[in-house]
């Protein structure tokens, strides 16, 4: 959805899960799925790229609102549901979901103008890597931060890995990344992830604040004082989006992804300590059964997982 276009022959968008309004040289751009903390599915990702896109070509936008709806999340990542069901029956197409995640990121990084981060809420997994691609981040005091790669079975490298040394330093980075443990709004103001932290009634006239304060100096130069600004975080997303989209693509269709996220769904702890013992066993927990070695001897058939007991093809026992 669009509203208040101040362009003339602005562009018309059916938006389904994005609410995207312009008003007074202001572009906002809502994540609008609050009944699932705001996670993105697939099209949310190319929504808020046509968005993002659009605003960066629209001459009256002077800065850019990223935020989510309701109170409770500004965003919570990709949505695992679409991930489970997807992408881990077709792995090689997470490769392509990769790429659309590329241009939402990019979308945001590269867009004309200065881009706020409203955060509302918790605020995870790629929704902690939408805000980390964002200029500026202003945050209610009910916000809360997390990664969540290691814990669902996936690397936080669609920006994490690559941005949070640069914006709160390495031992924080790697303490989010490999704990897990969240990051309250007080704590991230003090580690420099947010600009500023206020109480939730007051997030709106703070962000107001800031984009008058940008509206207030000279649009070239801004733009390219981000241009400027961006070099360190645009050099290594260059350097390791292409790599980390191969090695995910690879990664969903693991032990790891399934039981990760799987346990995510189910609403149970995942099973860490199980695929540990297989690793001190000498055992193999790349493969859910085992490594495809075995072979029927009675129909021929191949690649059959060491752990099973029956030839799936012939019913035979081994």
């Known amino acids: 959805m669009v509203v208040g276009s101040e362009r003339k022959g602005k562009r018309e968008f059916d938006f389904r899960e994005t609410i995207y309004e312009k008003k007074n040289m202001v572009a906002k751009i809502i994540i609008n799925r609050p009944n699932v903390y705001n996670a ?12 993002f896109d659009d605003a960066s070509d629209d001459d009256s936008v002077g800065v850019a609102i990223l935020t989510g709806a309701g109170d409770r999340a500004f965003c919570t990542g990709g949505d695992v549901k679409e991930y489970a069901t997807v992408y881990q029956k077709a792995p090689h197409r997470y490769w392509n979901y990769m790429v659309i995640f590329d241009k939402a990121v990019t979308s945001i990084r590269n867009c004309r103008v200065p881009v706020v ?19 500026l981040s202003i945050a209610s005091d009910n916000a809360r931060f997390l990664q969540v790669g290691v814990r ?6 669609g920006g994490a890995t690559q941005w949070l040394p640069i914006l709160i330093g390495d031992r924080r980075a790697r303490w989010m990344l490999y704990t897990t443990d969240e990051v309250d709004a007080e704590t991230a103001e003090q580690w420099g992830l947010v600009n500023k932290v206020v109480p939730y009634s007051e997030l709106d006239r703070a962000v107001e604040e800031v984009c008058n304060k940008i509206l207030g100096k000279f649009p070239e130069c801004l733009r390219y004082t981000k241009v400027q600004v961006n070099f360190w975080k ?7 989006i292409q790599h980390a989209r191969d090695w995910l693509a690879l990664h969903m269709g693991s032990t790891e992804a399934m039981e990760g996220m799987r346990a995510f769904i189910e609403k149970r702890p995942a099973d860490y300590k199980g695929i540990r013992e297989k690793l001190a066993k000498g055992e193999v927990p790349e493969f859910l059964w085992g490594a495809p070695t075995r072979s029927c001897p009675k129909c021929g058939a191949k690649n059959i997982p060491e752990q099973f007991k029956f030839c799936g093809a012939c019913g035979n026992k081994f």
């Not at 645009?234 to 390791?240: C, E």
């Open 40 to 51: 993105y599915s697939t099209n949310t990702l190319k929504e808020l790229a046509q968005a």
């Open 234 to 240: 645009d050099f290594v997303w260059n350097s390791t």
């Open 117 to 135: 981060a409203r955060v509302n809420g918790m605020t995870a997994g790629g929704g902690n890597e939408l805000h980390q691609a964002c200029d």
């Open 152 to 157: 669902v079975g996936s690397v936080a490298a």
